[in-house]
């Protein structure tokens, strides 16, 4: 149901609630009134009446009771009077009077004896018959009789319905205009402001930002208005940061890959310039003597110089791709070693989502410092969670944890403080023959998708240059665990090396 019908409803109901309680209250007094109105009018009429019966009755003129209700039957034929004597028995009456006997009749000694005025509404709601029952006394204050006026209340109950129709009209008209003025108001004034704000929501759900509701309202609707309208201008401000961010992320990976590319390049290259460099030399040395050689023929001279410069421009090639892969030296610094790791978490959480596994990151409250390459510690972080995301099926986990921990390079150096970095998946595990072999160059459990065997070389070259150590654990079918150790900062042993 729309608000505009509920609130229209709730309008309607509460003015019939306080209309009606009102036009009730004034119907009953209105009919007080009324009724108060024709009792009076009928007493003054019985004591008018009361004066001249009792003069009339003094003087023994009951002829001229007579006359004067006939009198009165002629004016308001719809009053009948009736004029009792000492002994309540009924001594004139008007054309009507004996029919309205049983109305009075009971009151007719109650009167005589007390001495007072009794008057009574009859039939149902008391609105059939308005009865006044008068004593009649001489001038010793004897009783003389009753005089009773009874007068039809048709007029009153006329009175009273047309009363009551018109104030049931007034309250229905006032409900329905009070309703409707209500509902227009709340049509125009919320509904529709709100029906703006929701088509609004509905087009930023579908991904557009730029969606405001102009403000027509001063009041409290206006405001909510103008608060979606700073809502949506702050929703898409970081919208744009998001995407900056997911743009830097993107980048950041594309360069971390790059330098993966070309850590794997420069192996390549210095594995390519150490096999043919010898041979390659050796090559050039004797066509550099054939060319030199005048007694041998020409074409044999020409074609030793052309292998002559051939040889050379393979060795100028060999050389310029290890200036290009050639490692820069790394900038070693005081680093917070979870800050690195964090950014390559983050990295990854978009193609852990993808690939359906949980990437998770545990860190103890206040780690120590170490010297290390800030790239170096996301190359190595890059290569072991790419490695542990590829070998975890969906619905697994990868899980990363920074703590504190101490390790030796080998069993005969003394123990060291360094930080841990581990790396656990639930992936396939790797066989025992294959764990011995993970460092070397060129080797891959991977070959089928792609792998190059140099991402772990890579990690055990880097954490090398930093004076720590990497190790595996991995069982099939049950995922690895791959714990690199970094020396802190203040460590006063970092130029020793593993037996």
């Not at 060291?416 to 656990?424: A, I, S, T, Y």
Request: proline share 3%; charged share 25%; net charge negative.
């Amino acid at each position: 149901m729309r608000i505009s019908t509920k609130l229209g409803l709730g309008l309607a109901l509460t003015s019939a609630v306080i209309l009606g309680s009102h036009g009730y209250r004034q119907l009953q007094r209105e009919e007080a009134d009324l009724r108060g109105a024709s009792e009076h009018e009928s007493r003054l009429l019985g004591v008018a009446l009361q004066v001249a019966v009792e003069n009339a009755l003094r003087d023994g003129q009951s002829a001229d009771v007579r006359e004067m209700l006939e009198s009165l039957e002629l004016r308001d034929p719809s009053v009948d009077v009736l004029v009792f004597d000492a002994r309540g028995g009924l001594k004139v009456h008007s054309w009507g009077g004996t029919q309205a006997r049983l109305l009075v009749e009971s009151d007719i000694h109650e009167v005589m004896a007390s001495s007072r005025v009794v008057s009574r509404f009859e039939g149902p709601e008391g609105l059939s018959h308005l009865s006044v029952v008068l004593p009649l006394r001489g001038d010793d204050g004897a009783p003389l009789g009753a005089l009773a006026v009874v007068k039809p209340l048709d007029g009153l109950r006329q009175d009273l319905q047309a009363t009551r129709l018109s104030a049931l009209l007034s309250v229905l008209m006032l409900i329905a205009g009070i309703s409707l003025v209500g509902w227009l108001l709340v049509l125009l004034y919320i509904q529709r402001p709100l029906a703006r704000v929701a088509g609004a929501m509905r087009t930023v759900r579908g991904g557009d930002f730029s969606a405001t509701v102009q403000p027509y309202q001063r009041d409290e609707v206006g405001e909510l208005t103008q608060a979606f309208n700073a809502m949506m201008k702050e929703l898409a401000e970081a919208r744009g940061r998001l995407d900056a961010e997911v743009e830097t992320r993107i980048a950041l990976e594309t360069g971390l890959r790059r330098v993966d590319k070309l850590a794997t390049l420069g192996q390549l290259s210095a594995g390519l310039a150490h096999e043919i460099g010898s041979p390659l030399l050796i090559l050039g040395g004797r066509a550099q003597a054939l060319a030199a050689r005048t007694e041998l023929p020409e074409d044999v001279r020409r074609n030793a110089g052309i292998l002559v410069e051939q040889s050379e421009r393979i060795t100028r090639t060999v050389r310029q791709l290890l200036e290009l892969t050639r490692r820069r030296p790394t900038r070693m610094e005081t680093l917070d070693v979870l800050v690195p790791v964090r950014a390559v978490v983050e990295l990854l959480e978009l193609d852990a989502r993808k690939r359906g596994v949980r990437l998770a990151l545990d860190s103890e409250a206040s780690l120590p410092a170490v010297l290390a390459d800030a790239d170096g510690v996301q190359q190595v972080a890059l290569n072991l969670l790419t490695n542990a995301l590829r070998a975890t099926p969906r619905g697994g986990t990868v899980r990363v944890s920074l703590a504190r921990g101490a390790f030796r390079l080998a069993p005969a150096l003394r123990e060291r403080e360094g930080v841990r970095l581990v790396v656990v998946d639930t992936g396939v595990g790797i066989d025992a023959e294959c764990q011995s072999r993970i460092f070397e160059p060129f080797f891959s459990t991977w070959p089928e998708q792609g792998g190059t065997g140099l991402g772990l070389a890579v990690v055990k070259a880097i954490v090398a240059e930093h004076g720590g150590a990497v190790s595996v654990a991995s069982r099939v079918g049950a995922g690895s665990e791959f714990t690199v150790h970094l020396p802190v900062a203040d460590d006063d042993s970092r130029g020793e090396v593993a037996a």
